[in-house]
C-alpha cells in the first residue's frame, strides 16, 4: 500500500527513521488511505475490478461499558439503524450529485451516440 501511494500519488512517509518514537506516537498522522473500513470487491482480475466501502467502524459517544451492557437484540438493532442511516445519506449524496435538465425534449438522445 505504501509502495503504491509512494508511486502513483507522491506520498511521502513523515515518519522517518529514528527520533523519538514515544513522542511521534502521540502526535496525528496524515495517511493516504482510510483505515477502519471494510471493502470488497467483486471481481479480482477483470475491467469491473474496483475496492468499494462494505462497512465503516462504528462511532459512538457512549463508552465501552454502555455498548456492552446492552443485549445482542438492542445491538443489532442499532447496528442496523446505522447502516440503513448511511446508506441513505449515500444515496442522498448520489441523488445531489445528478445532473439535472430543464426540457427533456432539449436533450440529445442517447440512441445517437
Known sequence: ??????????WVNEWKKGGDVSKKSQQP???PWTTGVQCQRFFRSRAGS???????????DEG????ANRS???QA????????????????TS???????????????PWLA
Do not use: Y
Not at 1 to 10: A, E, N, S, T, V
Not at 77 to 92: G, H, I, W
Open 1 to 10: 500500500m505504501q509502495q503504491h501511494c509512494r508511486d502513483q500519488h507522491g
Open 29 to 31: 498522522r496524515r495517511l
Open 50 to 60: 474496483k475496492w468499494f466501502e462494505v462497512a465503516r467502524a462504528r462511532t459512538t
Open 64 to 67: 465501552p461499558q454502555a455498548v
Open 72 to 74: 445482542p437484540a438492542r
Open 77 to 92: 438493532t442499532d447496528r442496523v439503524r446505522d447502516l440503513r442511516k448511511m446508506q441513505a445519506e449515500r444515496v442522498k
Open 95 to 109: 441523488h445531489d450529485e445528478l445532473i439535472r435538465t430543464a426540457n427533456e425534449r432539449l436533450e440529445p438522445s
